[in-house]
């Protein structure tokens, strides 16, 4: 079992730029959870899909992120274009259900940083 | 809505020394209860998890909680904690019925001294 994969694990950039943040989920797992942490907020939850499909994206800041899940093996975070407010580690979590009994398996997350 | 409060933003301890992490929640049924470990630099992992019957549940590392819907509490507990417990903890709460989220406490984070 390899856990949660996600890349990079550092990403700084310039505002205005597009970022891209990727994760690969446990195999077998059907539910994929991105998530946002910084000192003042805390954990945010932004998004979570279900056999790839995306549930709820209510905790997403602004149109400026998205996010997708081609297939049950890979998904990717987008922010465009960036800013320094969106500096921040950014988790993908993935569970063996979707619901909230099921335990979520974290990635090491990927610190980002917006100059 | 369903919140998380974790009282305690640090807590220092000596080595060999009990523990106790609080815990409460607001949730209108029966909630599934988690706590999670975090080490600098690392994700989240798994320590124990309620979802009913014993009210005592048995973790990894050493690391019990007790549910008490009076008080609806989830305290994490260790008899005797070890320098490579400092870490930061994060109590969460897991929708029922209906709902799909898992709501995180703001975290306590464990310092060890020798």
């Known amino acids: 079992d390899a856990g949660v994969i996600q890349s990079p694990r550092h990403e700084v950039t310039e505002m205005g730029q597009e970022v891209t943040l990727r994760c690969k989920p446990i195999s077998g797992h059907n539910s994929l959870f991105w998530y946002r942490q910084t000192m003042m907020r805390g954990l945010e939850l932004l998004i979570y899909f279900n056999n790839n499909v995306p549930i709820d994206d209510s905790g997403m800041p602004e149109d400026r992120f998205s996010a997708k899940m081609p297939n049950a093996s890979f998904s990717t975070l987008k922010i465009q274009p960036s800013e320094p407010r969106d500096s921040a580690v950014y988790f993908c979590?993935?569970?063996?259900?979707?619901?909230?009994?099921?335990?979520?398996?974290f990635g090491n997350g990927t610190r980002l940083t917006v100059t | 809505a369903q919140s998380v409060t974790q009282p305690d933003i640090h807590i220092t301890v000596s080595e060999g020394a009990s523990l106790e992490l609080r815990c409460n929640y607001s949730?209108?049924?029966?909630?599934?209860l988690f706590w999670y470990v975090q080490s600098p630099g690392q994700g989240l992992q798994l320590l124990l998890k309620y979802f009913s019957g014993d009210t005592l549940v048995q973790g990894i590392k050493g690391f019990e909680a007790e549910f008490k819907r009076s008080q609806s509490s989830f305290n994490l507990r260790k008899p005797s904690v070890h320098w490579s417990d400092a870490a930061e903890y994060f109590c969460a709460v897991g929708e029922g019925t209906g709902g799909f989220k898992t709501i995180f406490g703001a975290g306590t984070r464990l310092f060890v001294k020798a």
């Open positions: 979590a993935s569970s063996y259900l979707l619901g909230g009994q099921s335990p979520l398996h």
């Open positions: 949730y209108g049924a029966t909630p599934y």
